[in-house]
């Protein structure tokens, strides 16, 4: 089931290209170690940066590394300063809630999130996360559903994979 917020964010993305699913990149956690002490000497070793996603979880996916940075809402608007001036503005802000910064860095697409740890895309990202790792079962169909997205539009490879994802939410309660 699609929820009617997710169905507004759905129909803004593209409909008319393909998607391509790459295998899981070997080297992905080294390439993240990199990028974390990137981010340590902009906004300090004490702020948690985590690897999340398909490359955290060994698995195929687009073949970024998806980063996420949480924080206090109190701190999320002075930690994006930092955060713009070595990334750029993100590509998309919504207000105390997240930030999306899209790069590269030593030949790896990077997208980086700064999020508010109590905001449910960061809750909702754990709980689906958490219950995959303990799941092998899950974490193997949802490694299936991606590869089989190979080829679909944007538009079609994130419903199919919002779809999965809130089955797992409903499972993870």
């Known amino acids: 089931m699609i929820t009617p917020d997710q169905e507004k964010w759905l129909a803004h993305l593209q409909d008319d290209n393909c998607t391509v699913i790459l ?4 080297k992905a ?6 990028i974390k002490k990137l981010i340590a000497s902009l906004i300090g070793s004490s702020v ?10 060994g698995i195929s996916g687009q073949g970024e590394l998806d980063i996420y940075i949480p924080v206090s809402a109190e701190k999320f608007d002075s930690m994006l300063i930092p ?3 070595i990334f750029g503005k993100p590509g998309s802000v919504y207000a105390l809630d997240r930030a999306r910064f899209v790069t590269r860095i030593d030949g790896a697409k990077a997208e980086i999130f700064l999020v508010n740890e109590k905001g449910r895309s960061w809750t909702d990202g754990c709980r689906f996360e958490g219950y995959l790792k303990s799941h092998p079962d ?3 169909a949802y490694a299936k559903m991606k590869e089989e997205g190979n080829g679909l539009s944007t538009q079609a490879y994130y419903r199919r994979k919002t779809e999965f994802i809130n089955g797992i939410l409903s499972k993870a309660a």
Do not use: I, N, Q, T
């Not at 295998?23 to 070997?26: M, S």
């Not at 956690?29 to 990199?34: I, P």
């Not at 948690?48 to 979880?57: D, I, K, R, T």
């Open 83 to 85: 955060l713009e001036d």
């Open 29 to 34: 956690a080294e390439k993240f170690e990199r």
């Open 48 to 57: 948690p940066v985590h690897h999340c996603g398909a490359s955290s979880m």
């Open 138 to 140: 899950a974490l193997a």
């Open 23 to 26: 295998p899981h990149d070997p």
